[in-house]
């Protein structure tokens, strides 16, 4: 066996560990990962305290081993692993140190671990009666011997983890079944909650709510059993808890999502076995032990930065199998410190899994202060090698040097496996880990065939996304009394967790399953009375006034459940979306209303009305739409519109707050409008998976309007712009045709068709819902428009199509392109309404979202009614330059790089260029642009984007 080495023998000798698991389509995590890595998951989501799991472990007429783990020192050592070799069967110890596992009568193998000390084995009896069999466990040390300098010099730890790292796909994809049960417990307390969150949070430190600084517990027992490639099938047993959980959540499917050998967890967190793990990470040898017939490599991990993103502490690597046999991880997070630690062991021959798992969140965000911690008790039923993936023949070999015994399933699986010929990527796999030195490529190279490999014993996943977890909850899962919770749980319980249980509310509940991979526990709920007293005596006197309750309802808005099927909803006379202000309509005020009535399963009826008020003008406005969503499972729609009010040239248009904000205090006027009166019918549908066919006809008379207001708060002095669009149609221009705005009728028919190859979709409550593709999207468009009035009248076509698309990738990396063009066909009967009018912003200070905007042109400045055509992208990653900096390289902000070009018959080529950084304090985007005529530079500027919807 290359590279094996023997070290002084240990007290007692432990098989290698590794993980194991399957990849969803196209990256699914591991589905071994249950109680593992989804710590990381619950840390970044909860602010008070962690929602905790369920899984079973129930033994009838078994006989108890007991015991304490201690240090050499006699300290208690928390979480230490217990695991039962014949039973595939483990637990951990509580924070005394104390265990207890219940089993049947025989002879087992019993391993003790902690991460980083030398594990224990006994071998004992289990009779009649019950064992006592406490263990000290002594600290492993970790030698650097002189065989591990490299001719090159580099650390040793640069070849562990690239072997390491090249190995994980096929870690990731070992399993094609397994089943298991498991018990996990945890608990928490709030420490802190500022005295303005306890008020807005109706929390009351002497009250029935959520007490500062108790101690809530939680525990439960299920069953799960997943089929590759990502069906789950989640059997709660029982549940028991501390408090009432009148809104408490757990979701199996955060644990089991989510495994280290997977490049990046939650979506956001980046893995030290990704394939990009040496741009992050700075990985450092420490030494290496002999556990029986394995070489364990202790190795730091730290961050090349301080990142949200990064984990930094210490990973266990089995030698010959590069496959984790235990972590010790910390991640710092915008919500606190999350601590994850795992131990692994080989629960059948060349399959290794997770035994032990401990996660500990200390919260500290928004002045709240709170401290969550779980630990984990599994017991494998049944596991069912992939036997399409062949392993290396080194792991082959390396597994037989520690393996103890093997089962007829697994000789036969491998059996099956070696009977087939080696493909050239599994001989060229061989050959790479044959490789002592691995360079940053054959890493790479190793880590493209294990994931090929991979994708080759997966079948084409369906277009349908379907639900992947099914939910079955037994009768009485919360009712069980504390005698059954005596027998079942494998974990002892710590006299905090005691006292915490012993002052449990006598009612129960139940545990209600809101969808299929979400569970609430639903247990004792308040009665109205009891609200009534949390919420305190001015609410209750509130409550109980209709008058109050009528005010409230009438300014602030209400929603209706007229009946199952019918809700109304009224936004209230003092709805703040409503209110503006311009210089043509002077300040405007409104509200409006929303009745649906749901049709058949999933078919829905929707009217809404609304209606404003222009001061100034002295005009109502008001507009209507009625829609019928008559086929859910292909988006059949058909709509109706109609209206009188004022609109914008452009159809991007500006933000009616940042108009009122500019021209209140700046005396700047920004937005354009005209009048319009109109009738909208259309129609949508999708004809065939992925492609969509709309139409509609419009019919608008358009007049134009002029200033009617003068007010302002500053600047009166300075005279207001007239309301026509800075454009160089309607000022007539050099080289452009003059097209003022007058008044006129418009009549138009429009129609597009959209496509997207290989469109993935969700069924849900019979609607399909689109959920993405890994192609662009394609779309083609017609427009046949005649603009007539006492003075002209004409027709014109329009053309346009454009293709796109934003692909997702890595730890919060995203690439986004949109390519559009179209013309006009008798160009000299488009209005100015009519025209091709780009996205242009030119206020300093934006709200919410503007996809392809030219942020350095004036609003309304560049239209055309020949050719025109545009292009956009924009590459969005966490790590680019400025967030390598100490200062903003701890943080959620990401940063982006822009290019967009546009181009008319009439002006030529115009691009913008753009560096920025999003989510900064999660609601921000402040970015610089650069603008260039031709190959000419133009101007620059700077835009700060503000996301408030």
């Known amino acids: 066996m290359r590279g094996r080495r023997k070290f002084p023998e240990a007290t007692s000798a432990i098989p ?22 989804n710590g990381f998951i619950l840390g970044t989501r909860i602010l008070i ?24 020192s006699g300290s208690p050592m928390p979480s230490a692993s217990v695991y039962i070799t014949e039973l595939r069967q483990g637990t951990t110890s509580n924070n005394e140190g104390l265990y207890e596992i219940s089993l049947p009568s025989g002879n087992y193998t019993v391993n003790y671990q902690f991460l980083g000390y030398i594990p224990v084995t006994r071998n004992l009896s289990i009779t009649g009666e019950g064992i006592i069999s406490d263990i000290t466990l002594t600290e492993q040390l970790f030698e650097i011997p002189p065989v591990r300098v490299s001719a090159s010099g580099k650390d040793p730890a640069y070849f562990i983890m690239r072997k390491a790292i090249g190995m994980a796909p096929y870690h990731l994809n070992q399993v ?17 909650i500022p005295e303005l969150l306890k008020r807005r949070m109706k929390i009351d430190s002497n009250g029935d709510d959520l007490k500062v600084g108790k101690y809530y517990f939680t525990e439960s027992v299920n069953m799960i059993t997943f089929t590759a490639p990502d069906k789950y099938e989640h059997r709660v047993i029982s549940a028991n808890s501390s408090e009432d959980l009148t809104q408490g959540q757990a979701s199996p499917m955060d644990f089991i999502e989510a495994s280290f050998y997977q490049p990046v967890l939650v979506e956001m967190a980046i893995s030290p076995l990704a394939p990009n793990a040496f741009s992050h990470y700075v990985f450092k040898f420490l030494g290496s032990s002999s556990q029986g017939n394995y070489v364990i490599d202790k190795i730091s991990v730290t961050p090349r930065r301080k ?49 032990s798992h401990e996660f500990n969140a200390d919260i500290s965000i928004m002045g709240i202060k709170a401290r969550a911690a779980y630990t984990s008790a599994v017991k494998y039923h049944e596991v069912e090698a992939n036997s399409m993936l062949r392993p290396p023949t080194a792991y082959i070999t390396a597994d037989a040097a520690g393996a103890e015994e093997v089962t007829a399933d697994a000789a036969g699986a491998e059996e099956s496996t070696n009977e087939r010929p080696k ?13 002592d030195d691995l360079t940053a490529r054959d890493m790479s190279r190793l880590a493209r065939l294990n994931e ?21 909850v037994e009768d009485g899962a919360t009712g069980r009394d504390s005698a059954y919770w005596a027998e079942v749980r494998p974990i002892p319980l710590t006299t905090e967790e005691s006292a915490s249980l012993a002052t449990a509310p006598a009612a129960k509940g139940k545990l209600a399953v809101r969808d299929s991979s979400t569970l609430s526990i639903t247990i004792g709920a308040r009665s109205r009375q009891q609200q009534d007293s949390v919420a305190g005596p001015d609410s209750l006197r ?66 809404a009305p609304s209606a404003r008020y222009a001061f100034s003008r002295e005009k109502l406005m008001w507009n209507a739409t009625a829609s019928l969503l008559y086929d859910p499972m292909h988006g059949g729609n058909i709509f109706i519109r109609a209206g009188s009010l004022s609109d914008e040239f452009s159809p991007s248009g500006v933000n009616q707050l940042v108009n009122t904000v500019s021209s209140l205090f700046f005396r700047e006027n920004i937005m354009r409008l005209y009048g319009s009166q109109y009738f909208i019918a259309g129609h949508r549908i999708d004809i065939a998976n992925g492609l969509t066919l709309a139409i509609q006809g419009k019919y608008e008379k358009r007049d134009v309007l002029r200033n009617t207001s003068s007010f302002s708060f500053f600047r009166r002095e300075k005279p207001w712009s007239q309301n026509i669009p800075d454009n160089p149609y309607a000022v007539a221009a050099e080289g452009y045709d003059y097209e003022p705005p007058v008044s006129h009728r418009h009549l138009s028919l429009e129609s597009s068709l959209t ?54 990738f890595g730890a919060l990396n995203e690439f986004r392109w949109r390519i559009r063009a179209g013309g006009f066909i008798n160009s000299e009967n488009v209005r100015l309404q009519d025209m091709h009018f780009f996205n242009t912003q030119s206020s300093p200070v934006l709200l919410n979202s503007y996809e392809d905007a030219f942020y350095l042109k004036p609003c309304y400045s560049v239209s055309s009614r020949k050719a025109f055509a545009e292009g956009h992208i924009r590459y969005t990653t966490p790590t680019l330059l400025l967030k390598r900096l100490p200062g903003l390289s701890h943080t959620l902000i990401r940063e982006n790089i822009s290019l967009s070009v546009l181009w008319t018959q009439e002006a030529g080529y115009y691009c913008e260029t753009g560096y920025s950084l999003s989510e900064v304090f999660l609601i921000g985007t402040a970015g610089v642009y650069a603008g260039f005529t031709g190959t000419s530079f133009e101007s620059a500027g700077i835009r700060v984007i503000l996301r408030i919807d």
């Open 452 to 472: 090929k490999n991979a994708r080759t014993t997966r079948e084409k996943p369906p277009l349908e996304i379907e639900d992947k977890t099914t939910v079955i």
């Open 755 to 808: 496509w997207t190859p290989q469109q993935k979709y969700r069924i849900s409550d019979g609607a399909k819902i689109s959920a993405g593709s890994d192609y662009p999207t394609f779309t083609i468009a017609w427009k046949h428009g005649y603009n007539y009035n006492d003075t002209l009248s004409g027709s014109y076509e329009m053309l346009s199509g454009e293709v796109s698309r934003t692909a997702r």
């Open 16 to 37: 290698c560990i590794t993980n194991s698991g399957r990849r969803k389509f196209p990256d699914a995590p591991s589905p071994l990962q249950y109680i593992t890595d």
């Open 49 to 72: 305290f962690v929602a905790f799991l369920l899984f079973p472990s129930i033994s009838v007429k078994a006989q108890v081993l007991r015991g304490r783990i201690t240090d050499s």
């Open 176 to 192: 094609k079944m397994w089943k298991a049960e498991v018990y996990i417990r945890g608990g928490g307390s709030v420490d802190k």
């Open 542 to 607: 509130m409550r109980r006034s209709p008058a109050s309750r009528f005010v409230r309802d009438l300014a602030g808005g209400k929603r209706w459940q007229l009946s199952k099927s019918t809700a109304l909803e009224f936004d209230g006379l003092a709805d703040l979306k409503s209110f503006s202000f311009n210089t043509i309509d002077g300040f405007v005020a409104g509200t409006g209303m929303n009745l649906s009535v749901r049709s058949g399963k999933a078919g829905r009826l929707t009217f």
């Open 423 to 435: 493909t050239s990527a599994e001989k060229e796999i061989e050959s790479l880990l044959a490789k």
């Open 307 to 355: 990142s949200q993103q990064l984990f930094t502490g210490v990973i266990y690597i089995v030698e010959d199998l590069w496959a984790i046999h235990s972590l010790d991880l910390t991640n710092d997070n915008m919500a606190g410190r999350i601590r994850v630690r795992q131990l692994y062991t080989p629960v059948e021959k060349g399959i290794w899994m997770p035994v």
